[in-house]
């Protein structure tokens, strides 16, 4: 029985896939073919061979020392519409080289080469997109003209290779012949249904080599060897396919000999320092912690060789200081020893490492930013941020890894619907996860995400909220929570905390739990991770627009400036998404004009808690026991200047001079709330009411007010609205649209005190009734309840791809 593995690279593979490997001239695969064959030999390879792209040299080298080596090489060919196809081939001659690379252009004049010569070959990753030109017509022909096909491949994800197999396995002679018709292709023989599969760890960094093989009981001799498994007597065997912390921690070690390499001659000493970090980061060591004789030794070698003096220099600038005290950190070092013990196996430690350490570096590089933009000191924050570019390209490898394990869906469902009576369940789900920065806060995002989340959970379908909070109140199987790596305050708005997430673990989370699609609630840093979480895995994202953040800057900063950058970056990250919801026709025709095609734009269906709001709430002592003497006129929100509170004081002053009594009164809290209670020092504030007390409060009041122009839809509006209670509210935003449904209320001009108050007056004087009341409140439950909206909105976002 031998066993060989067949698809494995070595330092002469010098030209890399990734167009930013290549650009700093990074070679493939850094893996010496002595050591390339020692590790073969400890894996218990019976034949040895090296696949590099386009070049023999490497087995050659190998050949001369070793009897048990037979040449191989995997081929880049070409379709004449320019797709790229790689191609393994083995045991070849030297002569046969030149040849094979002479026709590689043409991969049908290639495959009929390799026929006469009778070479054995394969089909490398078949189901792979190499140049993004790839369709299920080219895998027709693939089976057309070749026998064999890679389906257990070491670095790529498993699920393509498995629908390929079973894709492979379904052929028949009848489908053959199909297939042959329609591609216009004679098949290579009569058993061209009957396919042999191969098996190749893939390796290019010299860590998993011999982990998958193809095995046959031969007779002894490579020829033999190949003889029995293109005459189907061969399978496949050993490990796992490819998966991100295999694939990240094969592209750290690249990286590392990388730098190693170019560090042998201009700095001996860095280079062996670096190699040290890369035998303990790979082996899922520590890779800061060196040991007193290591220490002692190193620093000898500085003191022999005179580099000691370029350790002796001071950092330079305050981004080489900052690193250097983060690494040098005791509890950074613990830390990392913590998450060593806790892994499974190096593999799964050194991809933790990884992920704590650019975790922890860009949240401290945001963290300055922040403090620095709360200075005024705008500058000085992009300089803190410019340090996100060295921290970004350590963590290239990370992001390389998943991206190469990312899925093309939508050609998967479409191969397997093509070739399969069953395709795999994993294809067909739709599985999507819904990313917030907001989830346990008392506000209308959170109120929308959680009533869509149930509404989701009762119509059986698969969703899954994904936040970041330190100490979530909301928890439960529809919501996941990842602790954050630390919170920052925004600027001018210092009780609004944001949670920087851990993004590596969110990344891995979507990765695992295969999710289809992508909903972002937030432009925040959570939200602002999903989005790139989505470029990197392919999936397609979608986004909500619930919040008028411009405005909000412009209220909070007074700088229209601070505004226009707002809006910059709103129209960048929302610019991104497949589709934009948006809560009221006035923003969807705010983002039409901003340049967003009206094909991309929807208004989100929205719902209330139906049950909670209706007047038969209604206490005639509710505020009465609170001190009010007069009718009630409420807000409920946020208390905040953004919502334009500072307006109400003068409308009040403008009532009491015309003779009107009422008690004005506050459910809610916020950072405008003690300068509020200065200006109205007679009026109720409650805080925050929940449950009962909140449908009770909005029942029993007698007029709701809402003067913001900054709310996109306005839930505590249509609450009001469903309590049976009239409302005023400006006119914009959101809330004059809800008031044009339904009727009992008045829409006035944004800062028209006069307005406001004969508004107001109206409805001081005339009350409506309990009939109107009860009437307004019945519309509103049936066009507003979350099951409805719910279902809407599921289906409005269609099939993900």
């Given at each position: 029985?031998?066993?060989?593995?067949?698809?494995?690279?070595?330092?002469?593979?010098?030209?890399?896939?990734?167009?930013?490997?290549?650009?700093?001239?990074?070679?493939?695969?850094?893996?010496?073919?002595?050591?390339?064959?020692?590790?073969?030999?400890?894996?218990?390879?019976?034949?040895?061979?090296?696949?590099?792209?386009?070049?023999?040299?490497?087995c050659l080298e190998m050949r001369e020392r070793h009897p048990d080596v037979f040449v191989s090489e995997?081929?880049?060919?070409?379709?004449?519409?320019?797709?790229?196809?790689?191609?393994?081939?083995?045991?070849?001659?030297?002569?046969?080289?030149?040849?094979?690379?002479?026709?590689?252009?043409?991969?049908?004049?290639?495959?009929?080469?390799?026929?006469?010569?009778?070479?054995?070959?394969?089909?490398?990753?078949?189901?792979?997109?190499?140049?993004?030109?790839?369709?299920?017509?080219?895998?027709?022909?693939?089976?057309?003209?070749?026998?064999?096909?890679?389906?257990?491949?070491?670095?790529?994800?498993?699920?393509?290779?498995?629908?390929?197999?079973?894709?492979?396995?379904?052929?028949?002679?009848?489908?053959?012949?199909?297939?042959?018709?329609?591609?216009?292709?004679?098949?290579?023989?009569?058993?061209?249904?009957?396919?042999?599969?191969?098996?190749?760890?893939?390796?290019?960094?010299?860590?998993?080599?011999?982990?998958?093989?193809?095995?046959?009981?031969?007779?002894?001799?490579?020829?033999?060897?190949?003889?029995?498994?293109?005459?189907?007597?061969?399978?496949?065997?050993?490990?796992?396919?490819?998966?991100?912390?295999?694939?990240?921690?094969?592209?750290?070690?690249?990286?590392?000999?990388?730098?190693?390499?170019?560090?042998?001659?201009?700095?001996?000493?860095?280079?062996?320092?670096?190699?040290?970090?890369?035998?303990?980061?790979?082996?899922?060591?520590?890779?800061?912690?060196?040991?007193?004789?290591?220490?002692?030794?190193?620093?000898?070698?500085?003191?022999?060789?005179?580099?000691?003096?370029?350790?002796?220099?001071?950092?330079?600038?305050?981004?080489?200081?900052?690193?250097?005290?983060?690494?040098?950190?005791?509890?950074?070092?613990e830390e990392i020893d913590r998450i060593i013990l806790r892994a499974s196996v190096p593999a799964d430690?050194?991809?933790?490492?990884?992920?704590?350490?650019?975790?922890?570096?860009?949240?401290?590089?945001?963290?300055?930013?922040?403090?620095?933009?709360?200075?005024?000191?705008?500058?000085?924050?992009?300089?803190?941020?410019?340090?996100?570019?060295?921290?970004?390209?350590?963590?290239?490898?990370?992001?390389?890894?998943?991206?190469?394990?990312?899925?093309?869906?939508?050609?998967?469902?479409?191969?397997?619907?093509?070739?399969?009576?069953?395709?795999?369940?994993?294809?067909?789900?739709?599985?999507?996860?819904?990313?917030?920065?907001?989830?346990?806060?008392?506000?209308?995002?959170?109120?929308?995400?959680?009533?869509?989340?149930?509404?989701?959970?009762?119509?059986?379908?698969?969703?899954?909220?994904?936040?970041?909070?330190?100490?979530?109140?909301?928890?439960?199987?529809?919501?996941?929570?990842?602790?954050?790596?630390?919170?920052?305050?925004?600027?001018?708005?210092?009780?609004?905390?944001?949670?920087?997430?851990?993004?590596?673990?969110?990344?891995?989370?979507?990765?695992?739990?295969?999710?289809?699609?992508?909903?972002?609630?937030?432009?925040?840093?959570?939200?602002?991770?999903?989005?790139?979480?989505?470029?990197?895995?392919?999936?397609?994202?979608?986004?909500?627009?619930?919040?008028?953040?411009?405005?909000?800057?412009?209220?909070?900063?007074?700088?229209?400036?601070?505004?226009?950058?707002?809006?910059?970056?709103?129209?960048?990250?929302?610019?991104?998404?497949?589709?934009?919801?948006?809560?009221?026709?006035?923003?969807?025709?705010?983002?039409?004009?901003?340049?967003?095609?009206?094909?991309?734009?929807?208004?989100?269906?929205?719902?209330?808690?139906?049950?909670?709001?209706?007047?038969?709430?209604?206490?005639?002592?509710?505020?009465?026991?609170?001190?009010?003497?007069?009718?009630?006129?409420?807000?409920?929100?946020?208390?905040?200047?953004?919502?334009?509170?500072?307006?109400?004081?003068?409308?009040?002053?403008?009532?009491?001079?015309?003779?009107?009594?009422?008690?004005?009164?506050?459910?809610?809290?916020?950072?405008?709330?003690?300068?509020?209670?200065?200006?109205?020092?007679?009026?109720?504030?409650?805080?925050?009411?929940?449950?009962?007390?909140?449908?009770?409060?909005?029942?029993?009041?007698?007029?709701?007010?809402?003067?913001s122009t900054t709310d996109t839809f306005g839930n505590a509006v249509l609450e009001a609205m469903a309590?049976?209670?009239?409302?005023?509210?400006?006119?914009?935003?959101?809330?004059?649209?809800?008031?044009?449904?339904?009727?009992?209320?008045?829409?006035?001009?944004?800062?028209?005190?006069?307005?406001?108050?004969?508004?107001?007056?109206?409805?001081?004087?005339?009350?409506?009734?309990?009939?109107?009341?009860?009437?307004?409140?019945?519309?509103?439950?049936?066009?507003?309840?979350?099951?409805?909206?719910?279902?809407?909105?599921?289906?409005?976002?269609?099939?993900?791809?």
């Amino acid at each position: 029985m031998s066993r060989v593995d067949l698809h494995l690279h070595s330092r002469y593979s010098d030209r890399p896939a990734e167009w930013v490997l290549r650009r700093i001239g990074c070679r493939q695969s850094y893996t010496d073919t002595e050591e390339l064959y020692r590790k073969l030999s400890e894996a218990g390879m019976t034949w040895k061979t090296i696949t590099d792209h386009d070049r023999i040299d490497g087995c050659l080298e190998m050949r001369e020392r070793h009897p048990d080596v037979f040449v191989s090489e995997e081929v880049t060919t070409f379709f004449p519409d320019g797709c790229e196809i790689h191609l393994l081939v083995w045991n070849i001659r030297e002569a046969d080289h030149s040849c094979i690379q002479e026709l590689a252009p043409s991969i049908e004049e290639l495959a009929a080469f390799l026929r006469a010569k009778s070479i054995p070959h394969a089909v490398a990753h078949p189901l792979e997109n190499l140049n993004g030109k790839f369709s299920p017509d080219h895998f027709e022909k693939l089976i057309l003209l070749f026998r064999a096909f890679e389906t257990a491949d070491g670095s790529r994800p498993g699920l393509p290779q498995e629908i390929a197999r079973l894709c492979l396995l379904a052929l028949t002679p009848e489908r053959i012949r199909e297939m042959a018709q329609r591609q216009g292709i004679v098949p290579f023989d009569s058993e061209c249904h009957r396919k042999i599969f191969v098996a190749g760890s893939n390796d290019h960094g010299g860590l998993s080599l011999g982990s998958l093989w193809t095995e046959v009981d031969d007779d002894g001799s490579i020829d033999g060897f190949f003889r029995r498994l293109f005459s189907g007597e061969g399978k496949t065997g050993g490990g796992e396919p490819g998966d991100p912390a295999r694939v990240s921690l094969a592209f750290y070690n690249l990286g590392l000999q990388y730098a190693q390499e170019r560090l042998r001659q201009s700095a001996p000493l860095a280079a062996a320092l670096v190699q040290k970090i890369a035998e303990r980061f790979v082996s899922g060591k520590n890779p800061t912690a060196f040991s007193f004789g290591e220490r002692i030794g190193h620093l000898a070698e500085a003191v022999r060789s005179g580099q000691v003096f370029e350790l002796l220099k001071p950092g330079e600038g305050t981004l080489v200081r900052s690193f250097a005290e983060f690494f040098t950190n005791a509890e950074v070092r613990e830390e990392i020893d913590r998450i060593i013990l806790r892994a499974s196996v190096p593999a799964d430690a050194s991809f933790r490492v990884a992920s704590y350490l650019v975790n922890q570096l860009v949240y401290r590089l945001v963290r300055g930013a922040v403090a620095q933009l709360g200075r005024g000191s705008v500058l000085e924050a992009f300089q803190s941020l410019a340090g996100l570019l060295p921290v970004t390209a350590a963590a290239a490898p990370h992001l390389l890894a998943f991206r190469r394990q990312c899925l093309d869906r939508g050609f998967l469902r479409d191969l397997s619907r093509r070739y399969l009576a069953t395709p795999p369940p994993e294809i067909l789900a739709c599985k999507r996860a819904w990313f917030t920065d907001t989830l346990d806060e008392v506000n209308g995002v959170t109120r929308t995400i959680q009533a869509m989340a149930r509404a989701a959970s009762e119509a059986g379908v698969d969703l899954t909220v994904v936040t970041s909070r330190t100490n979530p109140r909301v928890d439960g199987t529809l919501f996941r929570n990842f602790p954050p790596i630390g919170e920052f305050a925004i600027p001018e708005y210092e009780l609004q905390k944001l949670s920087f997430p851990p993004f590596f673990d969110l990344l891995e989370f979507v990765h695992k739990e295969r999710f289809t699609e992508l909903i972002v609630s937030t432009p925040g840093p959570v939200g602002l991770s999903a989005l790139a979480i989505g470029k990197v895995l392919g999936l397609r994202t979608v986004g909500i627009y619930h919040t008028d953040f411009p405005q909000y800057t412009r209220f909070l900063s007074q700088d229209p400036w601070m505004e226009g950058l707002a809006w910059s970056y709103m129209d960048w990250f929302y610019g991104q998404m497949a589709k934009t919801y948006v809560n009221s026709s006035a923003y969807l025709r705010s983002w039409r004009k901003r340049g967003l095609p009206e094909e991309k734009l929807a208004i989100l269906p929205r719902g209330i808690e139906v049950q909670a709001f209706h007047p038969s709430f209604r206490r005639a002592d509710f505020w009465k026991r609170r001190g009010a003497t007069a009718p009630v006129l409420l807000y409920v929100g946020r208390i905040s200047k953004e919502k334009e509170l500072g307006f109400l004081p003068t409308v009040s002053e403008l009532l009491r001079s015309r003779g009107f009594q009422f008690t004005l009164a506050f459910v809610g809290d916020g950072p405008y709330l003690p300068e509020l209670k200065q200006i109205l020092p007679e009026a109720l504030f409650t805080g925050v009411l929940t449950g009962r007390e909140l449908s009770e409060a909005y029942a029993s009041a007698d007029v709701f007010l809402f003067p913001s122009t900054t709310d996109t839809f306005g839930n505590a509006v249509l609450e009001a609205m469903a309590s049976g209670v009239p409302v005023v509210v400006s006119d914009a935003g959101g809330p004059p649209e809800l008031l044009g449904q339904f009727g009992m209320g008045r829409a006035c001009r944004a800062g028209s005190r006069e307005e406001w108050a004969d508004a107001i007056a109206h409805f001081l004087i005339a009350p409506p009734s309990r009939a109107e009341r009860e009437r307004e409140a019945e519309a509103i439950r049936r066009a507003w309840n979350w099951e409805r909206a719910f279902a809407r909105f599921w289906e409005s976002i269609g099939s993900p791809v």
